[in-house]
């Protein structure tokens, strides 16, 4: 069965703090993995997506890493601001059915002042 | 670009009441649209996927009956809950995409509370 574990569950630093989110799967075949950011009551926005020979990918103070081969893939956030505290999803596609999406359970991240 | 407009934002009625959920790709065409569902902490939940112009195809365990969708052009769908009861008080999420090979957009999500 496709599974995408978080860890941690939740995660609570200070602001200016950096942060390690991470995620482990086991959709396959594999297509792409992508970072979501959730604020509160609203709707997913894309951070990052990594196909199967990218290894790290970066947006502004976000860098997504990936291993393929271990299944492994991390989002490190650096400098955090009040702004990051939300959830991050990991989403994993794999092919086929519904665009074969396996969604996360997300890291609550709160930043505190 | 690629903005998804999800509307209501907030519903809250009575037991027994039907109600519509309208989901609409703002820049773009959307071929496929999907239907999520989030209770909290928890991961989305793909409820439905529906082709512009098709019968929408339901996930294993949900109701066709109970979550009607109707994607009648390629840039609108809409979810109707009909006979509402406080079990379905959920986070409702809509997604679109353009195409096959193209990432899905999520919309802002419904909070529909049923007392």
């Known amino acids: 069965k496709n599974q995408v574990e978080q860890s941690p569950q939740s995660l609570i630093i200070l602001e200016g703090k950096n942060c390690t989110l991470q995620c482990n799967y086991t959709v396959s075949p594999f297509s792409n993995l992508r970072w979501y950011k959730q604020d509160t009551g609203r709707g997913p926005v894309s951070l990052t997506i990594m196909t199967f020979s990218e290894n790290t990918k970066s947006n502004g103070r976000y860098t997504a890493t990936l291993d393929a081969d271990t299944k492994q893939s991390s989002l490190h956030i650096t400098a955090s601001q009040l702004s990051d505290s939300a959830s991050y999803i990991c989403v994993v596609s794999g092919w086929g059915g519904a665009d074969g999406l396996t969604f996360g359970k997300g890291t609550h991240l709160i930043i505190q002042p | 670009g690629a903005v998804v407009s999800q509307h209501p934002s907030r519903v809250i009625c009575k037991s027994g009441t039907s109600v519509k959920i309208e989901c609409r790709s703002l820049?773009?065409?959307?071929?496929?649209m999907f239907w999520y569902r989030q209770f909290p902490k928890q991961s989305l939940m793909l409820m439905a996927t529906?082709?512009?112009?098709?019968?929408?195809?339901?996930e294993q365990g949900v109701e066709k009956d109970k979550f009607l969708i109707n994607h009648a052009s390629l840039t609108l769908s809409t979810l109707t809950v009909t006979s509402a009861h406080p079990e379905d008080s959920s986070f409702y999420i809509c997604?679109?995409?353009?195409?096959?090979?193209?990432?899905?957009?999520f919309g802002d999500g419904t909070r529909l509370s049923i007392l």
């Open positions: 997604s679109a995409r353009s195409g096959g090979d193209q990432p899905q957009h």
């Open positions: 820049d773009f065409q959307a071929t496929t």
């Open positions: 529906s082709n512009e112009g098709s019968k929408a195809t339901y």
